[in-house]
């Protein structure tokens, strides 16, 4: 079956570390999009990607980082500079501006 | 003000209750979504609309472009669908904005 896959489930950063979290697809889209979801907030777009090798920021992409190798595959890192990382961090894809599908999700909690 | 309001927060309903969310925006849009999102976290897309009305099952979704509103409604409501509901408009080709979403509880 196609869909988005998220990995790790739960993620713990100490203080100063980077730290890199999964997101694969095998439905063939050319966007993908991270997103944070904050308690009682919005989703909120950190980076998205149209296309390989190519990424734009969102409206919180200070102190985080993606790539964009292969179509399939879109990670992203919160580096030592994101200074309040505790989150729930959800991938996703879409082709052409269609219906959304969402990974199911990384909590990022800090120790 | 967040350009996309859902009301209610919370909704809290017995079994078999018919059920209406709502969502106004206040940009110009091109598409909006209905999103649940259960305990785990995961995400499905229940419809994408740019006009009109759709039905899947129990759940209808409306839109009224003129007004900047949209409705969600579940009929025959069931403790399986207690969730949150997000609503989210697209702004152009792939600038999307949520709203906070509302939790949603059916009660046996």
């Known amino acids: 079956d196609g869909g988005i896959t998220q990995s790790p489930k739960y993620l713990f950063r100490k203080e100063g570390q980077n730290v890199t979290l999964s997101c694969e697809q095998n439905?063939?889209?050319?966007?993908m999009y991270w997103y944070r979801q904050d308690p009682g907030q919005g989703l909120r777009l950190i980076y998205y990607?149209?296309?390989?090798?190519?990424?734009q920021k969102g409206d919180i992409a200070e102190g985080y980082s993606v790539s964009r190798e292969k179509k399939e595959s879109f990670p992203l890192t919160v580096t030592s500079a994101q200074k309040n990382p505790t989150a729930f961090y959800l991938c996703a894809s879409t082709q052409l501006g269609r219906i959304l599908f969402f990974g199911s999700g990384t909590q990022l909690s800090v120790l | 003000k967040n350009e996309v309001e859902q009301s209610p927060q919370n909704l809290t309903a017995q079994e078999g209750e018919f059920i209406t969310i709502n969502c106004s925006y206040s940009v110009g849009i091109s598409a909006l979504h209905w999103l649940q999102q259960h305990p785990g976290g995961g995400i499905v897309s229940l419809f994408m609309?740019?006009?009109g009305k759709k039905k899947h099952g129990r759940l209808i979704a409306t839109i009224n472009i003129q007004e900047k509103h949209s409705s969600l409604h579940i009929t025959a409501s069931h403790p399986r669908d207690s969730a949150v509901y997000i609503c989210a408009v697209r702004k152009g080709a792939q600038k999307l904005v949520f709203g906070q979403g509302t939790r949603l509880t059916i009660n046996p």
């Open positions: 609309l740019s006009s």
């Open positions: 990607s149209q296309i390989v090798n190519d990424f």
């Open positions: 439905l063939n889209h050319d966007a």
